[in-house]
């Protein structure tokens, strides 16, 4: 009895020591996560003369100054951007959620005699692709080259989030089937993985929203459809209409260089925010939906 108690309190004393360290571990790594955001933020909300004395570690801003989010905001191409790019992630996201499903509730039915050639022809495309070139050309030759669907068609589907989505769609008990496809999918399948879906649409909306690539690639005669992020491209690379920010808001002084990192900070959070916003409400879904698929 008295060897059983031991063991308890070694097994106990094991486990708190467990925790305790794994709890240091997550902190740790949460404090590393979250400075380089909060860091950003403070930088954002800083007088530009303070920030330039600011040397170190940032906990709080230095001064208050709303200059940065000023001129960002006053900039015509930070709202085309944002009218763009709320466009493209419910226009392209909606599509991508459409197609994915098609092809998931496809290769998820046993009684689909090609399932397992169109698997494998498409688990082939994720090692294999055509590369930049060809894909260009196809894209020039279906004359979607600077047009919206640009953005939207050549990278509608996701081979990685239809395969989750099959196997989500896999786990529905077969005895609840009977009637035609259509009904199938839509009052039995669908309403069964709701967190599956929201799972996939975070996927493919944050990926609409972070896009910029396909617009540099496919819109170079269109800068009127330009996303957001191809727009804090040009600030942050280029540095493209960043003069004309200044001069609506400071001279030709030692303040503009300043006054311009305060902007580039502002301009990360503006272009962020928004689509941090939205996981709060699929958080709950997120992680079953993952673990599902």
Known sequence: ???????????????????????LIMVFLMVITLYPLLYVLFCSLSDPIELGKVS??????????????KAVLDS????????????????????SMAITIIG????????????KPVMLFIIFTMYFGGGMIPTFLVVQGLHLTNTVWAMIVPGMLSVYN??????????????????????????????????ALATITLFYA????????????????????????????????????????????????????????IIKYATIIVTTVPILVVYPFLQKYFVKGVLVG
């Open 162 to 195: 239809m395969i989750v989505l099959r196997t989500s769609f896999q786990s529905v008990p077969e005895s609840l089937y009977g009637a035609n496809d259509f009904t199938m999918l839509t009052k039995i399948t669908l309403p069964l993985s709701k967190a």
């Open 104 to 115: 998931a509730y496809a290769i998820a039915k046993k009684n689909f005699m090609l399932r």
């Open 1 to 23: 009895m008295k060897e059983e108690n031991e063991k308890r309190m070694i097994i106990g004393t094991g486990e708190k020591i467990f925790l305790v360290v794994n709890n």
């Open 56 to 69: 170190g570690l940032m906990i709080k801003p230095a001064g208050f100054s709303l200059r940065g989010y």
């Open 206 to 261: 944050v990926g609409k929203w972070g896009e910029w690539y396909p617009a540099l690639v496919y819109l170079q005669k269109r800068r009127d459809l330009y996303p957001l992020q191809m727009f804090l491209r040009e600030l942050l690379v280029k540095q493209e209409d960043m003069e004309t920010l200044l001069a609506n808001n400071v001279g030709q002084d030692a303040e503009a260089y300043l006054l311009k990192e």
């Open 76 to 95: 015509d191409n930070i709202w085309l951007g944002f009218r763009n790019t709320i466009f493209y992630v419910i226009v392209g996201t909606s599509c």
